[in-house]
């Protein structure tokens, strides 16, 4: 179903996820800021497609138009078993797409954010395999997919796109785990910071300041690690001065050893009691070769002379 305004299109709104400048606080609104389940923005096809980077133009028929849905933090878009209508975009915000076990253990499996496109896990049975939470107020485009299937029999340049589309972001999720899959902890952990980054500079963000709006334990559960693992990484990455870490908010200072970091130093702490025990482990070392050495002489000296002595005697 198309979805035509009442009223003229309001200005489109500014990003909240992310903010351009990299000395500042991203701002964020509160939850007085009159989000509604249902927006008044409508987007066309042109919009979409180069919110999505994709190369489409027609003038064929009446323009159509597409209704925004906004969420505040907290909420979801899609469940899991929900029945499968709409695909979505990201036009702003940031969001975490996971699956939960039948004990209620969540999996986090990707960060979407502006030009990202959701909702493809449900084309196969027509329900939603994976939940969609937004992390911030965002703001989304839903592409009915009766009205995307009906399209793509008018524009067939169209269709193809947005296939396109689809296959990128299946390509992206399968590269990214296909890399974390090969790289030690600490360096997942880098690899993920690094890759952040210059993902916002394509966006067109700053890519050496931005803040965090996954938790500790949402990164964890991205990478396959122990929540533990990941804060000690960050602080060691933050004692060594390649990144900067202030609460959530992240500065890359060295962004080529962020993306070919592959494993900590050993911290001063180990350093330190290396230095403390080597004197007394040497110490101890020579201790016992010197009570031993005396021993082992007299041994020698007295198989020694058995021998002397059996040669006299024959």
């Not at 334990?217 to 991205?222: C, G």
């Not at 060691?236 to 592959?262: P, S, W, Y």
Request: hydrophobic share 40%; aromatic share 8%.
């Amino acid at each position: 179903m198309f979805l035509v305004p009442t009223s003229a299109p309001a200005s489109n709104i500014e990003s909240i996820a992310l903010a351009p400048n990299a000395h500042a606080n991203f701002p964020s609104l509160s939850n007085e800021a009159g989000w509604r389940c249902k927006g008044d923005l409508w987007s066309n096809l042109h919009d979409i497609c180069e919110l999505l980077n994709i190369r489409f133009s027609s003038n064929k028929g009446k323009e159509i138009l597409f209704q925004h849905v906004r969420y505040k933090a907290g909420q979801k878009i899609h469940k899991i078993g929900q029945h499968f209508e709409n695909l979505a975009i990201v036009n702003c915000g940031f969001l975490k797409t996971g699956v939960i076990d039948e004990y209620g253990s969540e999996q986090v499996l990707s960060f979407p954010m502006k030009g990202d496109l959701l909702g493809i896990d449900g084309i196969y049975n027509q329900c939603h395999a994976t939940e969609a939470v937004a992390l911030s107020d965002c703001d989304i485009i839903l592409v009915p997919y009766k009205t995307f299937s009906t399209l793509g029999h008018t524009y067939a340049e169209l269709e193809q796109a947005m296939f396109s589309v689809m296959s990128r972001e299946l390509l992206r999720e399968r590269t990214m785990a296909s890399m974390l899959s090969a790289l030690g902890a600490e360096a997942k952990v880098a690899r993920f910071l690094s890759n952040l980054g210059i993902r916002f500079s394509e966006l067109g963000y700053s890519g050496k300041v931005f803040n965090l709006r996954m938790t500790r334990h949402e990164i964890a559960s991205y990478l396959g690690l122990a929540i533990e693992t990941v804060s000690r990484t960050l602080t060691a990455l933050h004692e060594l001065g390649v990144i900067k870490v202030d609460q959530r908010q992240i500065a890359i200072i060295d962004a080529l050893f962020l993306k070919t970091f592959r494993r900590l130093p050993s911290t001063r702490s180990r350093i330190k009691v290396t230095q403390m025990t080597a004197p007394k482990v040497t110490r101890s070392l020579t201790k016992n070769i010197t009570q031993k050495v005396p021993v082992l002489s007299a041994k020698n000296t007295l198989l020694q002379q058995n021998k002397e002595l059996a040669n006299i005697l024959n």
